[in-house]
């Protein structure tokens, strides 16, 4: 029986790897262990998705103490995998660590990365991994070991193969799919890949806030503790149906790097304003908005909220976006399918 160590940072790698868990463990000739930090909402997550994780280590504090929880977390993992003896190390992002553990411990170590950004942490994991998968329009060439897809990171667990959104969930929680209703999404920006860079300030937070709720419902959901004088706005479905609140939702705004992915890929327009956007975005939100329309990025939070407006006032909207996804859901490939072929060549490497 082959052996899957499956090292998880994020609440997104958790959606990444779920139907691919899934799908390995059903053949019963793969054995996988999930270990994770346990940062904002990831053990309820796998709790909620029934897949069995070990937490290596708590949530992270104040930005000074990124180093210091990466090294922790790194060194229980290699402990760990030293006495489990894995055939295949899973992780997404560069695995600059992650892939130097599956060394030591004889492991083969796939990678899959769709941020050109750190590119200090890549270039160090980068040399060590066994395979590197990135979408198509990944800018950078990384040699014999890269294997491009034609895919985003979003699209392993919402495809429609995938993802089926039910609005009855969500009347469970008192959300009317039917009415116009939106979603913000403001992020801690305590990553180590979000050092130096900011998102949304609270003055622009409280603008968006005061415009959206003139015609609709708004629903805030935020890694940080959500400020009193938004308490009213606070999401009211748990995290695992986020994405059926995404897809039902008339408009998303943040400055989350992969809730807008989420949003564009499911058809519902999406605006995204931090500090990454402009000149040298990353490669898959460049691609959303310029190729499929599904998407607006700006580093301008002023621009944000302008571009705000002019989608409320048009009356197209909904029927606009859902073509431009259809358009782009034919052009992409099943990620899943990618992700458990990429193990399948992985156990014979």
């Known amino acids: 029986m082959t052996r899957i160590a499956i090292s998880i940072h994020h609440p997104a790698h958790v959606h990444f790897f779920k139907n691919a868990i899934k799908s390995i ?31 290596l280590s708590e949530n992270f504090g104040s930005k ?10 790194e060194y229980f993992l290699f402990k760990k995998l030293r006495r489990l003896k894995p055939d295949v190390v899973l992780s997404v992002g560069s695995g ?21 950004s750190a590119q200090f942490q890549n270039k160090i994991g980068h040399a060590m991994v066994d395979e590197l998968y990135t979408p198509t329009q990944f800018e950078h060439d990384l040699g014999e070991k890269h294997v491009r897809y034609d895919g985003y990171h979003e699209l392993a667990y919402l495809q429609p193969d995938r993802f089926s959104p039910d609005p009855a969930r969500l009347r469970e929680h008192g959300v009317d799919p039917k009415e116009e209703f939106y979603v913000l999404r403001f992020i801690a920006w305590g990553a180590h890949h979000d050092v130096g860079e900011a998102g949304l300030s609270p003055e622009a937070q409280r603008e968006l806030v005061s415009t959206l709720e003139e015609t609709g419902t708004v629903y805030i959901t935020t890694e940080d503790e959500l400020p009193a004088e938004f308490e009213e706005y606070r999401l009211p479905v748990p995290p695992h149906l986020i994405h059926d609140l995404l897809y039902y939702a008339d408009l998303y705004v943040g400055d989350s790097q992969t809730m807008a992915t989420e949003a564009a890929v499911l058809g519902t327009p999406s605006i995204r ?10 490669s898959n939100f460049v691609e959303l908005e310029e190729e499929y329309g599904l998407l607006y990025s700006t580093p301008d939070e002023d621009e944000a909220i302008r571009k705000v407006r002019e989608l409320l006032s048009d009356p197209d909207l909904a029927e606009t976006w859902r073509q431009r996804q259809e358009r782009l859901l034919e052009d992409k490939t099943d990620v899943t399918r990618v992700l458990v072929d990429a193990i399948a060549e992985g156990e014979t490497a």
């Not at 000739?29 to 999930?34: A, K, R, S």
């Not at 000074?64 to 090294?71: A, S």
């Not at 660590?97 to 990365?113: D, E, H, M, R």
């Open 25 to 55: 463990e059903d053949s019963e000739e793969h054995e996988t262990f999930v270990f994770v930090r346990d940062k904002e909402i990831i053990t309820k997550l796998l709790e909620e998705y029934e897949i069995d994780y070990e937490k």
């Open 64 to 73: 000074r103490d990124l180093f210091i929880n990466t090294v922790k977390y």
């Open 96 to 116: 600059a660590l992650t892939a130097y553990i599956a060394k030591l411990v004889g492991a083969t170590c796939i990678a899959f990365n769709d941020s050109e």
């Open 273 to 282: 304003s931090n500090s990454f956007a402009g000149d040298d975005d990353m």
